[in-house]
């Protein structure tokens, strides 16, 4: 089965820091033979940084980018916005929802629409996924199109990182909950993201009940 690993640069790093970061995983991956099938590595750059990183999904085939965030209209006057239909052609994923928007849940209702339609794959943040997922599917999202398409990221806002300080989540209880949140819908792709670091992405990633993490 797919395990997904979702890097969020966030607004941390400065055109030398990106082609630093490029070179160093071009180093790492270029003599290992990763099955596309089995591993999937998602990097989410700033806007003005993913052609460069689009040029390592054009190298390695388990290499996909994804946008940080997409605006909920498709075009008009909205400066500092940005389309789905301006990030489709560099992107095969959007995060959406991200903590940090501080999306509602209509909002990302309208950004997975939008995503969807135009054959980006959602990646969708959520604190209370039991709850915004009811909620979605009440909206006339089309199951199978979500099941194959969409990635849930369970995010619990107590334990996300700030300024590199690591409030981690019990293993135990990581588990719990994405188990919790699997009974209740079924066959959806749920991901960690919550203080992941070097220390226990291997632990988190290796759960049976997770597709892989965000970090």
């Known amino acids: 089965y797919m395990k997904y690993i979702i890097a969020n640069q966030k607004m941390k790093l400065n055109l030398q820091q990106v082609s630093t970061w490029i070179t160093?995983?071009?180093?790492?991956?270029?003599?290992?033979?990763?099955?596309?099938?089995?591993?999937?590595?998602?990097?989410?750059p700033s806007y003005v940084f993913i052609p460069l990183?689009?040029?390592?999904s054009e190298k390695?085939?388990?290499v996909k980018i994804c946008a940080q965030d997409v605006y909920d209209q498709l075009s008009g006057s909205y400066t500092g916005k940005v389309s789905i239909t301006q990030v489709k052609d560099f992107c095969e994923?959007?995060?959406i929802g991200h903590t940090e928007t501080k999306n509602t849940t209509d909002q990302k209702i309208q950004k997975t629409n939008l995503c969807l339609q135009?054959?980006?794959?959602?990646?969708?943040?959520?604190?209370?996924?039991?709850?915004?997922?009811?909620?979605?599917f009440s909206n006339n999202i089309d199951n199978n199109d979500f099941i194959d398409?969409?990635?849930?990221?369970y995010e619990d806002p107590t334990n996300i990182s700030k300024n590199g300080v690591y409030n981690e989540k019990p293993i135990d209880q990581v588990q719990k909950d994405i188990r919790?949140?699997?009974?209740?819908?079924?066959n959806i792709n749920i991901i960690y993201g919550?203080?992941?670091?070097?220390?226990?992405?291997?632990?988190?990633?290796?759960l049976q009940e997770l597709s892989g993490v965000l970090v």
Not at 24 to 44: A, M, P, T, W
């Open 24 to 44: 160093e995983f071009d180093n790492l991956v270029q003599y290992k033979n990763y099955d596309e099938n089995k591993i999937r590595v998602i990097i989410s």
């Open 53 to 56: 990183f689009a040029k390592l």
């Open 60 to 62: 390695y085939s388990f």
């Open 93 to 95: 994923y959007s995060i």
């Open 118 to 136: 135009n054959s980006v794959k959602p990646i969708i943040c959520s604190d209370n996924p039991i709850q915004e997922l009811s909620e979605f």
């Open 149 to 153: 398409n969409v990635l849930v990221a």
């Open 180 to 186: 919790l949140i699997s009974d209740n819908f079924k």
């Open 194 to 206: 919550g203080s992941i670091n070097e220390n226990n992405v291997d632990k988190i990633a290796n």
